[in-house]
């Protein structure tokens, strides 16, 4: 767990915190391709919670006192199989309510990296992945907003901001 400022404050296993609603620290990673499109994976429908949606590329929460970094560079090869250099661009704080009763009240590490190739996705994990051109994706998202994550839906204008003014 974590305060407003990032600064740790405790330990608390992930199921706990997101029935809690406790301030936690987590990353999101968005990769693109060459062409400037985004990596998007669709999470296994088995998963805890959110199974089956449209998601950025990758997303966890880093273990207690570990390098987010060096977490995010992990975490993306176990669930899509590549390694990228990774940049942090910013972090932001964000409340969603999901539909099982959960919160995700995340302190969040946004991180963009580039990748050509075709992930080798863990199935426990990723159900699928597509490239996807910006446009296209808003599109999608304004006529079926269900598809995706509630975190996604929070994050990717903010993706787009720092894309369009850097910041």
Same mark, same amino acid.
């Given at each position: 767990?974590?305060? #407003?400022?990032?600064?740790?404050?405790? =330990?608390?296993?992930?199921?706990?915190?997101? #029935?809690?609603?406790? /301030?936690?620290?987590?990353?999101? &990673?968005?990769?693109?391709?060459?062409?400037?499109?985004? %990596? %998007?994976?669709?999470?296994?429908?088995?998963?805890?919670?959110?199974?089956? /949606?449209?998601?950025?590329?990758?997303?966890?929460? @880093?273990?207690?006192?570990?390098? &987010? $970094?060096? +977490?995010?560079?992990?975490? /993306?090869?176990? +669930?899509?199989?590549?390694?990228?250099? /990774?940049?942090?661009?910013?972090?932001?704080? !964000?409340?969603?309510?999901?539909?099982?009763?959960? $919160? +995700? *009240?995340? *302190?969040?590490?946004?991180?963009?990296?580039?990748?050509?190739? =075709? @992930?080798? &996705?863990?199935?426990?994990?990723?159900?699928?992945?597509?490239?996807?051109? %910006?446009?296209? %994706?808003? #599109?999608? =998202?304004?006529? !079926? @907003?269900?598809? !995706?994550?509630?975190?996604?839906? =929070?994050?990717? @204008?903010?993706?787009?901001?720092?894309?369009?003014?850097?910041?």
């Amino acid at each position: 767990m974590v305060d #407003q400022n990032d600064s740790e404050k405790g =330990i608390m296993e992930k199921m706990e915190a997101h #029935q809690k609603g406790e /301030l936690h620290r987590a990353f999101s &990673i968005f990769i693109f391709n060459s062409a400037d499109e985004l %990596l %998007l994976q669709k999470r296994a429908s088995s998963k805890y919670h959110s199974g089956g /949606l449209w998601t950025n590329t990758c997303c966890s929460h @880093p273990a207690p006192g570990a390098s &987010i $970094t060096e +977490e995010a560079e992990k975490r /993306l090869f176990e +669930e899509m199989g590549f390694s990228t250099n /990774l940049q942090k661009i910013f972090s932001f704080i !964000y409340k969603a309510e999901l539909n099982n009763g959960l $919160t +995700e *009240y995340e *302190y969040d590490h946004v991180f963009i990296g580039t990748f050509d190739g =075709i @992930p080798d &996705i863990n199935p426990n994990e990723v159900e699928d992945w597509k490239f996807v051109k %910006l446009e296209d %994706l808003k #599109q999608d =998202i304004q006529e !079926y @907003p269900e598809r !995706y994550t509630k975190w996604f839906l =929070i994050c990717f @204008p903010k993706i787009e901001q720092y894309l369009n003014h850097g910041s």
